[in-house]
């Protein structure tokens, strides 16, 4: 008798278990069970497809060849059963039986199973926000009771903020939530024509970035006309005749005809808890190597999961898509007989913002420092390709390390050149352990139409060499920022040339450029902390040799010089 396989879920890992399955075994039994109406969507496609880079919803669903991926594709291509608009609402362990429910019908069926598979996905966060609407005062609203609040967790949310913007309902918009999705909602909002606001609790946007780089990329959104609030509390929503009208938070009200609620996604892992499956300490489905749960004949995959960090080997939730994938590759293996590991991830991130390209993979420098790592980061400007090159565009890179043993922890890598071959360089080093000296010493290929003779990433980890040997000691400009709020008595030394610095400059620094600095150490005083910078530190490196060797004691490079500077200027 042929194995029955039923796949709880129909969205990203659930298809990729039953195609991989079908291809490996012909005669196993294939069911996969989705809630929604749509199968196998590209959820990540969402924000493109809002704005129209993406003009039709079936493109979301399409294979590269454009033959669609719905319930037809899979019996007639994969021979996998498909019960779409389905809820899995019992799993009976003992009798290896599962209880669905047709949303449509109300019909309850029991499906049996030799292997189950929990696919399903994650849960939008809604924050406990009230609202009010002024033609009823005295009910009691939660954000969702009101028209036009939105989140983005499926082709119906996409359409439905399509539309209005289509039959052009809203002209502006408040996000909540400076995170991942705000952001690419962000972009697609303003191309879409809408004047936008986004209202991030923390005291900066994008978590999955250190408040250095965090800071850089919300000054560019608010250079390209976003209203981008931080430290800001949502108090309620206000609405009139059940539509949303206002946002009014703890220091502002703000006017708008649509919110998205973009506060993050936590693991659907409630059937699995119900269950009575092992559930992990960030609510995912605890599983073993082998992507199996505490019952050996089930397992899960994607977004209702709990991993393993490789960085720390500590618990991890990390809803991406591409992992969903590798996770349902493992899954169908594992299942057909076969013994294949999924060992964690990376937590590795990109997304597009404007003409930005934003990533990050592994640690940052203040969650290393939170676990336990004696942490030191390295922060380079440079062009993505050779300087004088046509079409050269900066980037900024970012790399941690610890101190102890030079263990590669992670990067950031921002800027509106091409980032991506250091980001999957970064990332490819991190999973298989590499030291900041492997990093600096990797053969990676170099024309100028592509990158500079030394790699952006192999200058980068040669500034953090430079200062684990304390050749070199750096200082953030977030920490100089707060050296000058509080006037502390120090030295802020601009080594550029005077042309440079008469077109900008940092209030109250004192310029002496690179090239007179030897004949001018007696203009500076011995006793204060100096702190050099150019235009990117480079500069500013060689004045702290030049200090030092001539009895300097303290002195200190600001890292990334004015390319990373996202405080006030002087022009």
Not at 370 to 386: C, I, M, N, R, S
Not at 437 to 442: F, G
Request: charged fraction near 25%; glycine fraction near 10%.
């Amino acid at each position: 008798m042929a194995k029955r396989v039923v796949i709880i879920g129909g969205v990203a890992a659930g298809p990729k278990i039953a195609a991989k399955l079908r291809r490996l075994d012909h005669e196993v039994e294939i069911t996969i069970i989705e809630k929604g109406q749509f199968l196998s969507y590209a959820g990540c496609g969402l924000p493109y497809y809002i704005c129209e880079d993406i003009k039709e919803q079936r493109e979301l669903m399409e294979t590269p060849v454009g033959v669609l991926r719905d319930p037809e594709f899979f019996e007639k291509t994969k021979n996998v059963k498909v019960y779409n608009r389905t809820e899995a609402i019992k799993v009976d362990r003992l009798k290896k039986e599962v209880e669905v429910k047709n949303l449509d019908t109300n019909q309850i069926k029991t499906l049996p199973y030799d292997y189950l598979v929990f696919a399903t996905g994650a849960k939008v966060m809604i924050p406990p926000i009230k609202a009010v609407d002024i033609e009823h005062p005295g009910m009691e609203l939660g954000c969702m009771d009101l028209s036009h609040v939105y989140t983005l967790h499926g082709i119906e949310d996409a359409e439905a903020i399509r539309w209005i913007i289509k039959e052009k309902m809203a002209k502006k918009a408040v996000i909540i939530g400076g995170g991942l999705i705000g952001m690419e909602m962000t972009e697609s909002l303003v191309k879409s024509g809408l004047s936008v606001t986004v209202i991030e609790m923390l005291p900066e946007i994008l978590p999955i970035l250190d408040d250095d780089l965090g800071i850089l990329v919300r000054r560019y959104c608010q250079e390209k006309g976003v209203n981008v609030r931080v430290e800001e509390k949502i108090l309620r929503l206000e609405g009139e005749g059940g539509i949303v009208k206002k946002v009014v938070t703890d220091k502002d009200v703000y006017d708008t005809d649509a919110v998205i609620i973009a506060t993050g996604f936590r693991p659907n892992s409630d059937l699995a808890k119900k269950s009575g499956l092992e559930i992990g300490e960030t609510g995912g489905i605890k599983v073993d190597l082998f992507m199996r749960t505490s019952d050996p004949f089930i397992y899960a995959a994607g977004d209702c999961v709990e991993i393993e960090n490789l960085v720390c080997l500590k618990s991890a939730y990390m809803p991406m898509g591409s992992l969903a994938n590798k996770q349902g590759r493992a899954v169908a293996i594992n299942i057909a007989g076969g013994q294949e590991v999924f060992r964690g991830g990376l937590n590795s991130v990109v997304f597009k913002l404007f003409d930005y390209t934003v990533s990050r993979t592994g640690l940052g420098i203040k969650q290393a420092k939170d676990l336990g790592f004696d942490a030191e980061y390295a922060l380079v400007p440079a062009p993505d390709k050779a300087h004088y090159y046509p079409g050269a565009k900066r980037v900024i890179t970012k790399i941690i390390v610890d101190k102890r043993n030079g263990k590669l922890l992670g990067g950031q890598f921002v800027g509106a050149g091409d980032i991506m071959k250091s980001a999957n360089t970064v990332a490819t080093a991190l999973y298989y352990g590499g030291t900041i000296e492997d990093l600096s010493m990797l053969d990676i290929p170099y024309a100028p139409p592509y990158a500079s003779a030394i790699d952006n990433v192999c200058v980068a980890a040669n500034v953090i060499r430079n200062k684990l040997n304390r050749s070199m000691i750096g200082i953030s400009a977030l920490e100089v920022e707060k050296k000058r709020k509080r006037n502390e008595d120090f030295i802020l030394l601009d080594v550029r040339t005077p042309k440079e610095y008469q077109q900008v400059r940092i209030p109250g620094s004192t310029l002496i450029p690179l090239g007179n600095l030897k004949q001018k150490l007696d203009e500076l005083p011995r006793e204060k902390e100096i702190i050099t910078f150019c235009a990117v530190s480079l500069r500013g490196y060689e004045a702290l040799l030049i200090l030092k060797s001539n009895g300097f004691g303290n002195v200190k490079v600001m890292d990334g010089g004015l390319a990373c500077w996202p405080y006030e200027l002087e022009k």
